[in-house]
């Protein structure tokens, strides 16, 4: 089974950048994606992000392109999420979720870390 924490969190003023990495340990294969969601403050929580582990894809929605990548080192275990141009409505919970490449439901979280954008 494999775990998750994430890393990096904390107060950036608008316009920074941060960049969140997630450990994954107790990994045996390359067959996960591994996600980055976000909640905000009285809203649901959602996926941004993801890096399938075996082929190197990677996904940004849409309206975070330009501003957030992601990306993967496989020697650290490592997944990271570097955010640029930062602004208060990124202010949110950030998540790394893992998820085999043949299911759909991500089954194994981390902690979360708490990013907030503000002077």
């Known amino acids: 089974q494999i775990q998750l924490v994430e890393s990096g969190g904390g107060l950036v003023q608008p316009g920074g950048s941060a960049r969140l990495s997630c450990v994954v340990s107790?990994?045996?294969?390359?067959?996960?994606?591994v996600g980055w969601f976000r909640q905000p403050p009285m809203a649901e929580r959602a996926l941004i992000a993801s890096l399938n582990w075996r082929s190197g894809e990677i996904w940004v929605a849409e309206f975070l392109k330009g501003r957030f990548t992601v990306s993967g080192d496989n020697a650290k275990n490592t997944v990271d999420l570097q955010m640029d141009t930062l602004v208060a409505d990124d202010t949110a919970v950030y998540y790394c979720?893992?998820?085999?490449?043949?299911?759909?439901?991500?089954?194994?979280w981390g902690q979360g870390t708490q990013v907030t954008v503000s002077l």
């Open positions: 979720a893992a998820r085999r490449l043949w299911n759909s439901k991500y089954a194994v």
């Open positions: 107790g990994r045996t294969d390359s067959n996960y994606v």
